[in-house]
């Protein structure tokens, strides 16, 4: 830890304040804005078909794998048991996807629907726009290559 930073644990008026002048060096902080600002613009993309991005990419990550055991998705999506039960409940609902018992009855299978793969075929046109836009703002193919980046790093230290 630095000296700095330790004057700002402890309160010090001046390192807080050169702390704070670096805010925009924070990864988290400048990929949050991104994400906003993405989700944002391929939700509004996505909304004549009733899909939100998340649900879009949830669905492309099933389409890829499918009948795909929800831990095994969980795993490749890099995402928690509880936000993926509720999305899938969602689309589930929506009748866009089908979740059935695998062999052990512990294990569910979640596939798309015909409905779910009409759905997906119809967003898919308003993602290639939403890509172009997207393009306007970061570099697709470098945000490409952070995801791969992190997702390596990320199952390394699984």
Request: net charge positive; charged share 15%.
């Given at each position: 830890m630095t000296a700095t930073a330790i004057l700002a644990r402890e309160g010090n008026p001046a390192a807080i304040a050169a702390f704070a002048r670096r805010g925009d060096e924070c990864a988290y902080a400048n990929l949050k804005l991104m994400t906003r600002v993405l989700n944002n613009l391929y939700d509004e993309a996505l909304r004549p078909v009733d899909l939100?991005?998340?649900?879009?990419?949830?669905l492309w990550a099933i389409a890829a794998m499918e009948p795909v055991e929800l831990g095994k998705l969980s795993e490749v999506i890099l995402t928690d048991q509880t936000t993926l039960s509720r999305t899938v409940a969602k689309l589930k609902k929506a009748r866009l996807v089908n979740v059935r018992a695998g062999r052990d009855r512990r294990v569910k299978l979640v596939a798309l629907t015909p409905a779910g793969r009409c759905r997906f075929g119809e967003a898919m046109p308003l993602w290639e726009e939403a890509q172009q836009r997207a393009a306007r703002f970061v570099s697709v193919g470098e945000v490409r290559a952070m995801a791969r980046q992190v997702r390596k790093t990320a199952r390394q230290r699984a």
């Open positions: 939100r991005a998340g649900q879009l990419a949830l």
